[in-house]
């Protein structure tokens, strides 16, 4: 019975150690499957938007889902890789994304996510530009941790104006609007 009672202390102990672990201010690990969609307008970089965020001309509007993995260590860094699907009017795509992050977590637990400068990279699959690589900003997300870490949800704090520039010269100027949904589902670091 003592030996019982001692192995259900242990456990307890042990879970509440990996508990503190994920609560702590500032330290966040592990893998986290993630989703999320977003809607965005783009126009022709060389047209692009005003300071107030209204196009200069005229707009393409589609719908992105994406789903993936992030993964989040305890130094303040991470990577994202994921698969996305785009939809407009006339066209149907998919993509594979990979990029580097830094996050900070504040005294009230607000989680920030920037996307390291130079770090991105996409791969169109599928639809009428397969075979071209693009480069993307990324934007700054922000949004709050569940208790013990088991999910995640982030967004774009603000609007702002991204830049797309594709393997064939083209570039764009596009505005997002979404959010990310993630859930652990591991204390690793793969």
Do not use: W
């Not at 001692?6 to 990996?18: D, E, N, Q, Y």
């Not at 592990?30 to 307008?41: L, P, R």
């Not at 977590?105 to 530009?129: C, M, Q, R, W």
């Not at 569940?146 to 991204?162: D, F, K, N, Y």
Request: proline share 5%; aromatic share 6%.
């Amino acid at each position: 019975m003592l030996h019982r009672l001692c192995l259900l202390v242990l456990v307890g102990i042990t879970a509440s150690a990996a508990a503190s672990a994920h609560d702590h201010p500032g330290r966040l690990h592990g893998t986290y499957a993630m989703t999320g969609a977003s809607d965005c307008i783009q126009n022709s970089a060389s047209i692009g938007f005003d300071s107030t965020f209204l196009p200069k001309g005229p707009v393409v509007f589609f719908a992105t889902t994406v789903d993936g993995i992030m993964v989040f260590r305890a130094d303040g860094t991470g990577t994202v890789t994921s698969r996305s699907f785009t939809v407009d009017a006339g066209e149907g795509t998919t993509s594979d994304i990979s990029y580097q992050v830094n996050y900070t977590i504040d005294a009230g637990g607000k989680l920030s996510v920037k996307a390291v400068p130079g770090t991105y990279s996409s791969t169109t699959l599928t639809g009428p530009n397969a075979g071209l690589t693009q480069v993307v900003d990324v934007p700054d997300t922000s949004g709050f941790i569940g208790e013990g870490a088991r999910a995640i949800v982030l967004a774009p704090p603000a609007p702002s104006v991204l830049t797309v520039s594709r393997s064939n010269g083209t570039q764009y100027a596009r505005i997002c609007n979404g959010s990310l949904i993630m859930t652990r589902v591991s204390d690793d670091e793969r």
